[in-house]
């Protein structure tokens, strides 16, 4: 594979290490496109003649591949390293993209649906779980900071997208052609973007650790493990279940209003003195992904500080707190709900971008890539049960003839109670039992001669 | 093998000069900058 070879991405003596974020950023903020697709709806559906449940479709697929892709594709991406994994997730991307350009500018859907959601969900899927490795081997001193930092770019992927794919559909036009050269730009532009984290992207070689960090062995933090488990064993422990269990709830908890927000807050003060406009209910979604995406890199950071089972503690009790208030106080206060939302929201974020440190305290750093993509399912069945939950409750509420807050209280009560789930299955997190252990550290604490031209990875590890 | 944050002399012209940095760093934080400050006008309108 010569220049994509995990062997050529062996960092060399000096190599700074703050060169990896941007390679990370780079990824993700284009992969983060994908939330932005909304801006492509209606014009697909008054160009190609479709519903507005054929124009979400290839936004599903993709985020279905996603998940399909970072769970199978875990394991590879270990294997042949970064670099490969991100010329897949750019060529994915990009490919992608330029099927469905080709779909819109013949009319074809379904080449729409399989060019970005089949073709482009692989680069999504690739893509996401392809810097988190390389970060926390880069920063073990920081590895919530790390991953965080890439995360929250797909969280900020959507930000630059949505205003950009806004003004190439205005000059290009919302017709078939339009689309197409807007998608077929999309395509090429995310492409040259994305090979920054190609050329640059690097691993620190075996046994490199930050100048004056030495690892903590202390009996202080009992879930930080030194040791290393497979993604075969992993799947196998209780422990990969119960974060399962405390992502899905999380996300579920969060997406449930992300993804019906513009309306949400209209309904909610409908009845006030104070209702909320069309025009600003787009601010309030702005805001919301302000929360989304600031949340990834505060919150992940601060569990460096305070502990990964803490912080867990913090987006799940918390989290089912807020919802009560928002619950119990209605429509009382337009600032009480944004703040209350916004810190939900930040949870929802910062439960995504902690859980890769969170996999590497109980797992251990060899095969963490890999976990986290299995464990990305968990993502999958949310992203289905936070929207069904709270569509379905408010769309039986308003055939009821209510109203108002009234619309939201069961669904609310309902996300109360699987953040109370999630709170004690973070509970039940124990260190993982050392029988599942890999019988040889991975990361072996005694340096490594820097051989620039050698592969210093052991077998097992390449 | 321990380091520091900084590159080493002999190595810095083709891995971590300060000049790949900058570049590095713009390439992602120039778009980055455009969406917030989108963002920032689409969050006024709620207190409008």
């Known amino acids: 594979m010569g220049f994509l070879d995990r062997s050529r991405t062996i960092a060399g003596a000096g190599w700074n290490r703050w060169l990896i974020p ?5 990824i993700h903020f284009s992969i983060g496109q994908a939330y932005a697709w909304s801006v492509f709806k209606i014009p697909l559906e008054d160009s190609l003649d479709i519903s507005g449940t054929a124009s979400a479709l290839p936004f599903q697929i993709g985020i279905l591949v996603l998940g399909l892709s970072a769970a199978f594709g875990g394991t590879l991406v270990e294997k042949k390293g ?5 010329f897949v997730a750019l060529v994915a ?7 469905a350009a080709l779909g819109v500018a013949t009319r074809n859907y379904w080449l729409v649906v399989l060019g970005y959601g089949g073709v482009g969900g692989v680069g999504l899927g690739i893509g996401y779980i392809a810097p988190v490795s390389t970060l926390m081997k880069w920063f073990p001193d920081r590895p919530g900071m790390a991953t965080g930092t890439a995360i929250m770019g797909f969280g900020g992927g959507a930000l630059i997208a949505s205003p950009w794919s806004t003004e190439m559909l205005k000059a290009f036009g919302d017709d078939t052609g339009g689309i197409a050269t807007t998608f077929l730009v999309h395509g090429l532009v995310y492409a040259v973007f994305m090979s920054l984290g190609v050329v640059l992207v690097r691993v620190p070689p075996e046994g490199w650790r930050p100048a004056g960090w030495t690892p903590r062995v202390d009996a202080g933090k009992p879930l930080v493990t030194t040791a290393n488990v497979s993604a075969r064993n992993a799947v196998r422990t209780p422990q990969f279940w119960l974060l399962w269990v405390v992502l899905c709830m999380n996300v579920t908890a969060g997406i449930g209003i992300l993804e019906k927000a513009a309306p949400m807050i209209q309904d909610f003060f409908h009845d006030t003195a104070s209702p909320v406009s069309a025009s600003a209910a787009t601010g309030f979604v702005a805001l919301l992904s302000l929360a989304n995406m ?11 500080v305070v502990g990964r089972k803490n912080i867990y503690r913090l987006y799940l009790g918390a989290g089912a707190l807020l919802y ?3 619950m119990l106080e209605k429509d009382s206060s337009t600032a009480l709900f944004v703040v209350s939302t916004m ?8 439960g995504f971008a902690t859980v890769p440190a969170y996999l590497k305290d109980l797992f251990g750093t060899y095969q963490v890539g890999a976990i986290h993509g299995r464990l990305l399912t968990a993502w999958s069945v949310a992203g ?6 709270v569509d379905s409750i408010a769309d039986s509420a308003h055939e009821d003839g209510r109203t108002g807050p009234a619309l939201y209280t069961f669904s609310f009560s309902l996300m109360v109670g699987l953040l109370v789930i999630g709170f004690i299955a973070n509970e039940l997190v124990r260190p993982v039992n050392p029988k599942f252990h890999e019988s040889e550290p991975a990361d072996r604490e005694e340096p490594a001669p820097p051989e620039e031209t050698s592969d210093p990875l052991p077998a097992e590890r390449r | 093998m321990t380091d520091a944050d900084g ?39 709620l207190f409008e």
């Open chain 1, 22 to 26: 941007p390679t990370a950023l780079a």
């Open chain 1, 82 to 86: 970064p670099r490969w994994a991100m």
């Open chain 1, 93 to 99: 991307f990009s490919s992608g993209f330029l099927v």
């Open chain 1, 294 to 304: 600031a949340g990834r890199f505060v919150w992940s950071s601060v569990s460096d």
């Open chain 1, 324 to 326: 009560l208030t928002l």
């Open chain 1, 343 to 350: 810190v939900i929201l930040s949870f929802y974020g910062g």
């Open chain 1, 384 to 389: 289905v049960a936070g929207p069904l939950i």
């Open chain 2, 7 to 45: 590159p080493s002399s002999n190595a810095a012209a083709r891995t971590g000069s300060p000049v790949v940095m900058v570049v590095a760093w713009l390439w992602v934080a120039v778009p980055f900058l455009y969406g917030l400050y989108q963002l920032a006008e689409k969050s006024s309108k």
